[in-house]
């Protein structure tokens, strides 16, 4: 099964003066993730054969959101079918490792503990900050994505050699996402295998599922 989230663009580096390789690589990298938050900021609308029922389509919201204190940054996604007022399929806080020493910028997402309470991010972001909206647990500490520049924008990278989760039956399994995001589309693909790296869910092209940017104000 396919579905999607998010956007984004090279952010060009250039450094004059005595900087030394540490401070350059801190910078670039923090640049790199207000560009990433920036632009994973906004409205997606998946054709009716990417929705997780079949010939339902999926509205996926993204928004920046106040962070917790000791935070910069913080983000809220939701999917909702058949439209932006449709019912939910899946909610995620995301947050980014921003420690200075870090050599990647990572993302973890994380479960809301109330959907109702979790969708007012959307109108009052300063929710999860104030500690009205709670999550949860991530998939797992090793299920991070890594962001990464290309030549159009940005992409990110779940690897299903450390992220492994228990299935409802017990059962161990591989998950595999990646994304790549732009400033007119987000492209991913997620997939599930056994922990032989036998394929469960997801296309095995391994061709990525295009959600195309909207305007909100158009979507209702």
């Not at 952010?11 to 994973?40: H, N, P, V």
């Not at 104030?130 to 924008?153: F, K, N």
């Not at 492994?164 to 399994?173: A, E, F, L, P, S």
Request: glycine share 10%; net charge negative; hydrophobic share 35%.
């Amino acid at each position: 099964m396919r579905w999607a989230a998010l956007t984004g663009l090279i952010f060009a580096l250039g450094f004059a003066g005595c900087s030394t390789s540490s401070d350059m690589d801190e910078s670039g990298l923090d640049r790199d993730l207000i560009e990433i938050t920036s632009l994973l900021s906004g409205d997606y609308f998946s054709n009716a054969d990417g929705g997780a029922r079949e010939g339902r389509p999926i509205y996926m919201r993204v928004r920046n959101i106040t962070p917790p204190i000791g935070r910069r940054y913080a983000m809220y996604a939701e999917m909702r079918h058949d439209g932006p007022d449709g019912d939910h399929y899946r909610q995620l806080i995301y947050l980014f490792d921003e420690s200075a020493d870090r050599t990647e910028n990572r993302m973890q997402a994380y479960r809301v503990a109330d959907k109702a309470i979790a969708a007012t991010l959307i109108d009052a972001p300063d929710g999860y900050a104030e500690g009205r909206v709670e999550v949860t647990t991530s998939l797992s500490d090793a299920c991070y994505m890594v962001w990464t520049p290309t030549d159009a924008g940005y992409a990110s990278w779940l690897d299903p050699e450390r992220c492994i989760i228990t299935g409802k039956r017990g059962d161990q399994r591989r998950i595999e996402s990646r994304t790549e995001i732009t400033r007119t589309h987000i492209g991913q693909l997620e997939r599930g295998y056994t922990i032989e790296r036998e394929l469960l869910f997801g296309n095995a092209d391994g061709d990525l599922y295009i959600w195309p940017r909207v305007d909100p104000s158009e979507s209702h």
